[in-house]
């Protein structure tokens, strides 16, 4: 995955554990629209390990 995309997803995770949804799905639908098909299971298991990370919750 690029890091530009990676950077969307981390500044998403940031914005929905601040409670600012609407501007997490913005920026995480963006890079998520980006991606090429070859980046989008990347994009996925990204999102499963770092779940934890959109509730603010540090393993």
Known sequence: MRPSIRAALQRAAQLTSENQLVEAVRVGESAINQATDDEHPEIQQW????ADD???RRP
């Open 47 to 50: 999102l499963t390990d770092h």
């Open 54 to 56: 959109f509730i603010g």
